[in-house]
């Protein structure tokens, strides 16, 4: 990432991750970047940090603008070490006047680093430090994602620093949501939601609220992870809106894992009574799909139908282990089924169903069971299983409009 002035004396000098893959179990097939803002005024300030692993190119972007020891504060937006993993080694070397942060981030803070001694500014909402020129006023998003989260507002540019909000991570030299292919950015910003913002919705739906009636003259957004917005700031904005009513739409997932390919012949034919209905239907093999992929598609389908064998009383491992992935996302409004093949034992319906109703997900069959291998007529009862929630996703979008 090269250091671009992103307005008149502030600078991105965050680091990009290209070959990361794995973030916590997400996917990031796309790599990411821990953005960084440095901002030149009579108070030198540097807006978070980066991963430990990418300190050096931190660094080198601030010393081709300054010398770090002139930085007078560091904020920090939110604790999680992706953006916090190098703060001890920058705070030894820069000797900052000020570390400001939140409550919850001071305490963060000294829980993961143990140093009491650091210079805190602690800011709430509302709270305002002036740099000189410019004002930085904090705007507290607890929860959004982490107890400590907010956000930095300068007023005088009106460039909100959003932390992990808004984000995606999807790496690249370019800085700005106009240099890219804006269709992979919502790509991208959609699978962030999905599987770090899911669980807050009624959270992010109180501060879009809130940031609206603080009339904020926002002509930049730049979050921590991936490109600023500030040509789609209102695509953005809308997504987010829509994203955390949980609306959904005509879309079925049949989500499955299979044994012998039994299981996965009950999710063809379900499949086939899906397709008859006209219902947008799509299937994931978990062998193939990652869960947080799965899970972009869960935010707007209306039904999740789930497929396991029985695998030693229980579930097979994968879905047990998106069930229990899913779970943590807490997706609402949504309709759910299960099916599965067995050999003599046979919980795996039951299991799924009781996964589904833990979720507050509206489990509208009983749930199919079938003894080793379908034969034609086991499959014609798949097939019917597909119809009848097709045709009840169909009649729900009828009676809701
Ligand atoms: Fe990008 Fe919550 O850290």
Not at 197 to 212: E, M, N, Q
Not at 273 to 302: P, Y
């Amino acid at each position: 990432m090269s250091n671009t002035e992103i307005a008149k004396g502030i600078y991105s000098v965050g680091a990009v991750d290209w070959d990361v893959r794995d973030f916590h179990g997400y996917s990031t097939y796309e790599g990411t970047t821990y953005n960084a803002f440095l901002i030149v005024d009579e108070k030198v300030t540097l807006m978070d940090t980066v991963k430990s692993s990418h300190r050096n190119e931190l660094l080198r972007n601030i010393r081709a603008i300054i010398d770090p020891e002139k930085i007078d504060y560091i904020v920090v937006n939110h604790v999680e070490m992706d953006h916090t993993g190098c703060l001890p080694e920058m705070v030894e070397l820069i000797q900052p006047e000020k570390i400001i942060c939140s409550p919850m981030g001071q305490k963060a803070l000294i829980e993961h680093f143990h140093r009491e001694d650091w210079p805190f500014e602690v800011v709430k909402s509302g709270s305002e430090i002036s740099l000189g020129k410019r004002t930085i006023q904090f705007i507290e998003t607890r929860m959004l994602h982490w107890p400590d989260s907010m956000f930095s507002y300068i007023k005088e540019d009106g460039i909100l620093f959003s932390s992990d909000a808004f984000g995606q991570h999807y790496a690249s030299n370019e800085r700005f949501d106009d240099e890219v292919d804006m269709s992979e950015v919502m790509r991208q910003s959609a699978k962030y939601y999905a599987n770090i913002l899911y669980l807050f919705a009624p959270l992010i739906k109180k501060l879009l609220k809130s940031v609206a009636d603080m009339n904020l003259d926002i002509k930049m957004i730049a979050p921590d992870h991936g490109i600023i917005w500030r040509s789609h700031i209102d695509k953005i904005f809308d997504a987010y809106a829509r994203w955390s009513k949980n609306e959904s739409e005509e879309k079925v997932l049949v989500i499955y894992d299979s044994m012998w390919h039994s299981t996965e012949r009950m999710a063809h034919a379900i499949g086939r009574g899906l397709n008859e209905t006209g219902v947008n239907t799509s299937m994931i093999n978990l062998k193939v799909h990652h869960r947080s992929d799965v899970m972009t598609q869960v935010l707007n389908a209306k039904a999740v139908v789930l497929g396991s064998s029985t695998l030693n009383n229980g579930l097979l491992p994968r879905m047990a282990g998106f069930l229990m992935y899913m779970r943590g996302l807490k997706p609402t409004n949504k309709f759910g089924a299960s099916f599965g093949s067995f050999g003599w034992s046979g919980e795996s319906v039951n299991l799924m169903n009781s996964a589904l109703t833990d979720m507050k997900i509206d489990v509208i069959e009983d749930g199919l069971r079938l003894k080793y291998v379908p034969n034609d007529s086991d499959l014609e009862e798949c097939v019917a299983m597909g119809k009848r929630i097709g045709e009840r996703v169909i009649k729900s979008f009828k009676t809701d409009s």
